[in-house]
């Protein structure tokens, strides 16, 4: 007998804090954590000397390039990356080539590939709407921007103002709403959770009892 395999999609803007809680959901249930944006700031790094403008160097590039997420952990053709890929250098690039439907898809085959061999939490920006449209259990998290801010604000050391990381966050709003490729939409079926004034762990709670109520305490 087959074994069940659940996904679980966690969707929502920059900032609203995707990762920590798909972390969390992940290792309450014992499922793999998927970090899609992860998977496009390896391609960042493979691609960050290479004209973007040649689609064939573009797409050679992506074609010799191995991208292996293991839970915190990202790997370039077998090389801990993860330091790196959360540089701001490489987060710029990686906001860029996300717009490159070569890249898109490229990407998405893989996300599907991993989430069907397992049971996942994936999280993103086009995870509920265009990578895992089917997934068990779909989420979509709106924390108002002041909070979001405020939260990244912190994760950055409070490096720049908090004013500036505002503005920054709306302008990523706007672009990520706006692409012609995926855009962040919230789709049907999905449960919007607004966890702006939510602990981390009442908002894993929380997505822990919809998924549980999702497949009947199975």
Known sequence: MCKKIYQIAIDGPAG?????IAKQVAKRLNFQFINTGGMFRCYAIALQNTNLDDSNEVKKVLEQS????QED??????NDVTELANSASISKLASKIATMKIVRDTCLVQQR???????CVME????????????????FLVDNIDVR????WEQSGKID??????????ERDY??????????IKTPGCKEIDGSYNTIDQTVNLIIDLFNKEIGNV
């Open 66 to 69: 191995k991208v292996t997420l």
């Open 149 to 152: 801010a405020k939260r990244r």
């Open 175 to 184: 672009q990520d709403t706006h692409r012609k490729i995926a855009p962040l």
């Open 161 to 170: 103002s908090l004013e500036n990381v505002k503005k920054a966050l709306i």
């Open 73 to 78: 952990k990202l790997f370039l053709n077998n």
């Open 16 to 20: 609203s804090g995707k990762s920590t």
């Open 113 to 119: 590939e991993i989430a069907s061999q397992q049971s």
């Open 124 to 139: 993103g920006r086009d995870t509920t709407s265009v990578v895992l449209p089917n997934a068990t259990l779909k989420i």
